[in-house]
């Protein structure tokens, strides 16, 4: 029932009730936009794929609901107890070395690319509410990558981390400039598949099942992206004699980026592009108040979520990159990561080099500033093809 209310309530007036009003931008910290018809085109095409992902909504049953309450009820108690909340970092375990299954070449989007695969080798802690359902999601137990590999001796690397219903070559290799990192800059780069997505998905498109509103779910999915991505980064330096290794991260790609951050200290840098940073943030600010007091009252309590989700937090650990290679940028007329958001990493990364543009969350590829804020990053940080 919820559900239905959610989509006949919300779904009509999305335009009207999410419009950027002034001054919004300026309360998270941000600059104004600067309104023009282009900027507003950029604002639709957001407001486009959050009605489609609204509209195709799997119903939950009450059943689930009432599940999902217990879980997290039974977690947060499980997380005091073992002091993770306290000291989020406890909760990430250092990964195994990466051995790969396979690597085998493809090519997409007329590039030549290398696939590999490896048993992603994540569980869940003994004992954590959702752990067996997690682990029974059989096509996400096999890690995915794909690499633009140079021949010849080695070069720095810079791994990409996708977005949400992203994670296949033809749609990452689009997402980010993958022709211009590997021929033009000269780059060795990496595409680390999330789990549930791409390949690894376990519904009818790709990143079904992060958005349904199991949290429990939600902090798996963070937690093995953070140790599949961790065990890449050690292949890249063990058995591709890496010099450098960069992170780039999109959307929820700069959510892992930024978690990253707080976990591999070696990074040369991290650029944290429209990061969402918080997962109960992203639903109370796309959500109507009304919405959010029914949802409370069907037993979703947010301030406990909000608790829970903390082991998988950016903002919860401290940041252990140097200052100084830190980069983040976001749109100031975002309608999906709110610029707020954008603006508290920025602030727990001790407020270092940031870019806004006047653009929506969609509109990132064609903005001239992003593509010069990477410049500025690989560039200054030894991310640079041998002369």
């Given at each position: 029932?919820?559900d239905l209310v959610?989509?006949?309530?919300f779904?009509p007036g999305v335009?009207?009730?999410?419009?950027?009003t002034?001054?919004?931008?300026e309360?998270?910290?941000a600059?104004?936009?600067r309104?023009?018809?282009s900027?507003?085109?950029?604002?639709?095409?957001d407001?486009v794929?959050?009605?489609?992902?609204?509209l195709s909504m799997?119903l939950?049953?009450?059943g689930?609901?009432?599940r999902?309450?217990?879980?997290?009820?039974?977690?947060l108690?499980?997380?005091?107890e073992?002091?993770?909340l306290g000291?989020?970092?406890a909760?990430h375990l250092?990964?195994?070395?990466?051995?790969?299954l396979?690597?085998?070449i493809?090519r997409?989007?007329?590039?030549?690319y290398g696939?590999?695969?490896?048993d992603?080798?994540y569980?869940?802690?003994?004992?954590?509410?959702?752990?067996?359902r997690?682990?029974?999601?059989?096509r996400?137990r096999t890690?995915?990558a794909w690499?633009?590999?140079?021949p010849?001796?080695?070069r720095?690397?810079l791994?990409c981390?996708?977005?949400?219903?992203m994670?296949y070559?033809?749609v990452d290799?689009?997402?980010?400039p993958?022709?211009?990192?590997?021929?033009?800059?000269?780059?060795?780069?990496a595409?680390?598949?999330?789990?549930?997505?791409?390949?690894?998905?376990?519904?009818?498109?790709?990143?079904d099942?992060?958005l349904?509103?199991?949290?429990?779910?939600?902090?798996h999915?963070?937690?093995?992206?953070?140790?599949?991505v961790?065990?890449l980064?050690?292949?890249?330096?063990?058995e591709?004699?890496?010099?450098a290794?960069?992170?780039y991260?999109?959307?929820?790609?700069?959510?892992?980026t930024a978690?990253l951050?707080?976990?591999?200290?070696?990074?040369?840098?991290?650029v944290?592009?429209?990061?969402?940073?918080s997962?109960?943030?992203l639903?109370?600010w796309?959500?109507?108040p009304?919405?959010?007091r029914?949802?409370?009252?069907?037993?979703?309590?947010?301030?406990r979520l909000?608790?829970?989700?903390?082991v998988?937090?950016p903002?919860?650990?401290?940041?252990?990159?140097?200052?100084?290679?830190?980069?983040?940028y976001?749109?100031?007329a975002?309608r999906?990561?709110?610029?707020h958001?954008?603006?508290?990493?920025?602030?727990?990364?001790?407020?270092?080099?940031?870019?806004?543009y006047?653009?929506?969350?969609?509109?990132?590829g064609?903005?001239a500033?992003?593509r010069?804020?990477?410049v500025?990053a690989?560039?200054s940080?030894?991310?640079?093809?041998?002369a």
């Amino acid at each position: 029932m919820f559900d239905l209310v959610l989509r006949s309530v919300f779904a009509p007036g999305v335009l009207a009730a999410r419009w950027v009003t002034p001054g919004t931008s300026e309360a998270a910290g941000a600059p104004s936009p600067r309104y023009s018809l282009s900027l507003v085109g950029k604002m639709l095409l957001d407001e486009v794929f959050f009605v489609s992902e609204l509209l195709s909504m799997p119903l939950v049953p009450y059943g689930d609901r009432v599940r999902i309450a217990a879980e997290s009820t039974e977690a947060l108690a499980l997380f005091t107890e073992r002091g993770w909340l306290g000291d989020p970092a406890a909760y990430h375990l250092t990964p195994e070395p990466l051995e790969p299954l396979d690597l085998r070449i493809a090519r997409s989007r007329g590039l030549r690319y290398g696939h590999l695969t490896a048993d992603s080798g994540y569980e869940p802690h003994a004992g954590e509410p959702g752990r067996d359902r997690w682990l029974g999601y059989a096509r996400n137990r096999t890690a995915h990558a794909w690499l633009l590999e140079h021949p010849g001796p080695p070069r720095p690397w810079l791994v990409c981390v996708h977005g949400y219903r992203m994670g296949y070559p033809l749609v990452d290799f689009t997402g980010f400039p993958a022709a211009w990192f590997h021929r033009e800059l000269g780059l060795n780069v990496a595409f680390p598949v999330l789990p549930l997505h791409g390949p690894r998905t376990v519904g009818r498109r790709t990143g079904d099942g992060f958005l349904s509103g199991d949290y429990l779910d939600t902090i798996h999915l963070q937690a093995q992206a953070t140790w599949d991505v961790r065990r890449l980064l050690a292949w890249l330096r063990h058995e591709r004699d890496a010099p450098a290794i960069g992170l780039y991260g999109l959307s929820l790609g700069g959510y892992t980026t930024a978690l990253l951050a707080a976990l591999e200290p070696e990074l040369a840098c991290v650029v944290a592009g429209i990061p969402a940073v918080s997962h109960t943030g992203l639903a109370r600010w796309n959500i109507p108040p009304a919405l959010l007091r029914l949802s409370e009252h069907l037993g979703l309590a947010w301030d406990r979520l909000e608790e829970l989700v903390r082991v998988v937090s950016p903002l919860a650990l401290p940041v252990r990159v140097p200052r100084e290679r830190r980069y983040v940028y976001g749109a100031l007329a975002d309608r999906l990561v709110p610029p707020h958001g954008v603006h508290a990493l920025w602030t727990h990364w001790e407020r270092p080099r940031i870019e806004w543009y006047d653009g929506s969350h969609v509109s990132f590829g064609w903005e001239a500033q992003v593509r010069a804020l990477l410049v500025e990053a690989l560039a200054s940080n030894g991310l640079t093809a041998p002369a």
